[in-house]
């Protein structure tokens, strides 16, 4: 069974459940209490600490556990903005963040803050320098992503932390997908992972604020890690899970280099074998274990399954496995295809033949699908001038394949109109014109909450 989706959650490391069993028997005491068990379950705690802050660059004075990496992400956010109130309510992030760190900022948007969105390129990535232009003098905070979630980009963190300490404003990192590869450089002053990550258990974060940070722990006053996580240590978990990023990070350098060269395989391949595909974020600067590619003309849901089917776990951005039918904030960002995306994140120790038969089997799942939904086939260009094509009511990826059959009648020169009303169009057209080749025209809003696409066949 081919596990590709531990950018999701990894599986549990062999090193962190001998941690986890071992330190059960141990770590259950309160560790604030002066009586022989909670002085041992004080000593594992504080050991897990030190361990952790090794891995991470900081003072073990600097880092609690959390609940989970998500409750880091809220606790950190929400005390750097309180405690820098005086300075500003201006809160700036990148466009593609994950989750966590967005819905801070909505919540922080929501009691009367301001938030300030930093675009990408198509690869994914920051400009540094762009970034520091959005700082501005009542600028509280900060947050910028080691590495991104969805694409693997890694961002530029150093060059932003140091406009930030220029700037006096703290940056706020979101290291949970880096963490397993090494510490994140620069001067940053906040921090959050998650071990589910990294091969801990799930359950537990660490969030870090480095000293002379202004934080203002938010919620009802709590004693325990310094007042920055509420609740009891679950101390088992954590052990394991400080193991576990040792470990990892034990092995780092020669699975990195192994995985990125089965992630630099799949970067090639999957073009060769599946046509009109889009591999997305950054083909160097990246993480080495995560790529991901869009497939023009099918249904992401549908792939994921039959992925599934054929013994693959894979995750995917793409607005056709959501609830909601709108595509990955992160893809959007980025203007990049979003129908059929399929992210591929390898976990450690993966077999290269366990890549090898993904590779045989996507191609046929793919033409599978796109048969199914009636995908087009390239033919030479029509004599028409122009044509309209109704898609209302219609879902991803059913518009662009709509738009892909016109584009057949339409003369060089020529355009296709395609009315539309679901909001994944709105990406999908124009970065199908980029792949494509054709010129993207524009919109117009229609009747009914349609809005009408206009691309210009470039040949």
């Known amino acids: 069974m081919g596990y590709f989706d ?7 490391h062999d090193v962190a459940r001998q941690a986890l069993l071992a330190s059960l028997d141990e770590g259950w005491a309160d560790p604030a209490r002066l009586y022989r068990e909670g002085r041992r379950a004080r000593l594992l705690l504080d050991a897990a600490r030190e361990a952790a802050a090794e891995a991470v660059g900081c003072r073990p004075d600097e880092l609690v556990f959390t609940p989970s990496g998500t409750r880091a992400v809220h606790e950190g956010v929400a005390g750097a903005l309180a405690g820098r109130r005086r300075a500003g309510r201006r809160l700036t992030v990148s466009a593609v963040e994950h989750s966590a760190v967005l819905h801070s900022a909505a919540a922080h948007q929501g009691a009367g803050g301001v938030v300030d969105e930093v675009g990408v390129d198509r690869t994914g990535a920051v400009a540094a320098a762009g970034f520091a232009a959005a700082l501005r003098p009542d600028t ?4 910028l992503q080691s590495a991104n979630h969805e694409v693997g980009t890694v961002q530029p963190v150093e060059e932003v932390a140091e406009a930030c300490r220029a700037a006096g404003v703290p940056l706020f990192v979101d290291a949970a997908q880096s963490l397993a590869w090494g510490p994140v450089p620069g001067p940053w002053s906040l921090l959050a992972g998650s071990a589910h990550k990294w091969g801990g258990p799930a359950g537990v974060g660490l969030l870090v604020v480095r000293k002379g940070v202004r934080f203002a722990p938010q919620g009802p006053a709590d004693e325990r890690e310094s007042g920055r996580a509420a609740g009891f240590e679950n101390i088992p978990a954590i ?6 990023l040792r470990a990892v990070r034990a092995e780092a350098a020669a699975e990195a280099a192994r995985l990125r060269e089965l992630t630099a395989r799949i970067r090639a391949r999957v073009p060769e074998l599946v046509p009109d ?12 274990h995560l790529v991901t590619f869009s497939c023009l003309y099918v249904d992401g849901e549908t792939v994921l399954h039959e992925l599934d089917r054929a013994g693959f776990s894979v995750s995917s951005g793409s607005s056709c496995t959501s609830s909601t039918l709108t595509p990955s904030h992160v893809l959007r960002a980025m203007g990049v295809v979003s129908e059929g995306n399929v992210r591929v994140s390898l976990p450690l120790g993966v077999a290269a033949a366990e890549v090898d038969r993904f590779l045989e089997v996507l191609p046929g799942v793919v033409r599978g699908v796109r048969e199914t939904l009636g995908a087009p086939v390239a033919g030479p260009a029509g004599s028409a001038e122009a044509v309209t094509v ?9 518009p662009v394949i709509e738009l892909a059959r016109a584009m057949s009648s339409v003369q060089i020169g020529g355009t296709v109109t395609v009315i539309a009303d679901d909001e994944v169009a709105a990406v999908d057209i124009p970065a199908w014109c980029f792949t494509q080749g054709h010129a993207y025209e524009g919109s117009a809003p229609g009747r009914d909450g349609a809005t009408s696409y206009v691309v210009r066949r470039a040949k």
């Open 277 to 288: 595909v889009e591999v997305v974020g950054d083909p160097e600067n990246r993480l080495p």
């Open 140 to 143: 509280a905070l900060a947050a």
């Open 239 to 244: 052990v394991a899970a400080a193991a576990s």
């Open 6 to 12: 531990v950018a999701s959650g990894a599986p549990l």
């Open 390 to 398: 109704d898609a209302l009511g219609m879902t991803c990826p059913q």
